[in-house]
């Protein structure tokens, strides 16, 4: 089972929502500023293929307490993300790509 570690950062707004960063750990940042680090986490290391095939269990640690948070098995979750509605609160929907988040610069690479 592969360990990474996770730490919260408070929204500008207040205090009822966090961005999370997702560490290896050599300390080496995977994710940045997700709101969505477990799924996120999922994909990068399933694109990187740094988690065993035979136990795709990952270990997330809370980076500030070291505390266990939860335990992501990464082929499921690369495949999902949590979506917020509304009238049903949150839920997990199949993941896909949405271009909308990038925007295009003038010489057609996407930017962030």
């Known amino acids: 089972m592969m360990d990474v570690f996770m730490e ?11 961005r999370y960063d997702v560490y290896l750990e050599d300390g080496t940042k995977i994710v940045s500023n997700s709101i969505d680090p477990e799924h996120d986490m999922a994909r990068v290391l399933g694109s990187v293929g740094l988690v065993e095939p035979r136990n795709d269990l990952v270990r997330v640690i809370d980076r500030k307490t070291g505390k266990h948070r939860s335990t992501v098995r990464r082929r499921t979750a690369e495949r999902h993300y949590v979506v917020e509605d509304g009238k049903r609160g949150l839920r997990r929907q199949k993941w896909k790509p949405r271009p909308n988040l990038l925007s295009e610069s003038k010489n057609g690479t996407p930017e962030a």
């Open 8 to 18: 919260a950062t408070p929204g500008h707004e207040g205090k009822y929502w966090y």
